[in-house]
């Protein structure tokens, strides 16, 4: 399975190269992810409810123009632009990140949550888990209140991450997803609940399903 993918934001060609080194690393056999850049015109950042809304138009249109020769789309943006309203309106499926990672979740019973960069991040995972009808069963979103830099930085994002799960796990959740698409968290992290990497899970889902 060839999967198209576009980041929701213009990164140079280093940052680019890092996530999709770090999609072929994920991928499952059979499963190939060829990522493309959303090109200059878009946020180099998404920092405000106004830049998570521009993000969406534009991964949308890099979508709906994607190239022939691939079995399905993917935004690498765990906000999921667009999927809910292009899945079913194009010839090959649409993935979320989010969907399927969140929607593992639901399915196996586990209480989940999320972090997220900033506050405008957070807000749009629990609109999009309205959307998908699954307000309830996500317990709450933690701001880690970090800069667009960190995202390629692991040990920033890591060190980040122990007072938010923490008090999410204090709430009832198992599971803490990550929220955002290119980060790496260490398995070694000792932490009171699982963080669940969304791209490397929803690879996993994908992979099984083809």
């Known amino acids: 399975m060839r999967i198209y993918a576009v980041t929701p934001i213009h990164v140079d060609t280093d940052e680019l190269a890092r996530r999709q080194a770090r ?24 920092d405000t409810a106004e830049q998570v809304r521009e993000s969406e138009t534009l991964v949308m ?10 079995d399905a789309l993917l935004p690498d943006c765990v906000l999921d632009p667009g999927v809910a309203d292009l899945a079913g309106t194009l010839p090959v499926p649409v993935f979320g990140l989010l969907r399927l990672s969140l929607g593992w979740s639901v399915l196996t019973g586990r209480k989940s949550a999320a972090v997220a960069r900033n506050k405008a991040i957070a807000d749009e995972i629990v609109a999009r888990a309205a959307v998908y009808g699954w307000s309830a069963e996500l317990l709450g979103v933690e701001v880690l209140d970090l800069d667009v830099h960190a995202i390629a930085d692991d040990a920033r994002w890591a060190d980040a991450l122990g007072g938010a799960v923490g008090t999410l796990a204090s709430g009832g959740a198992r599971d803490v997803i990550n929220g955002c698409s290119a980060v790496d968290v260490s398995d070694e992290l000792d932490l009171p609940a699982r963080v669940v990497d969304p791209t490397a899970l929803a690879l996993r889902l994908i992979g099984a399903g083809r």
């Not at 690393?25 to 190939?32: D, R």
């Open 23 to 46: 999609y072929a690393a994920l991928s499952p056999p059979g499963v190939e992810v060829l990522l493309h850049d959303i090109g200059p015109a878009a946020p180099r950042a998404l």
């Open 61 to 70: 249109a890099a979508l709906r123009d994607a190239q022939d020769g691939f």
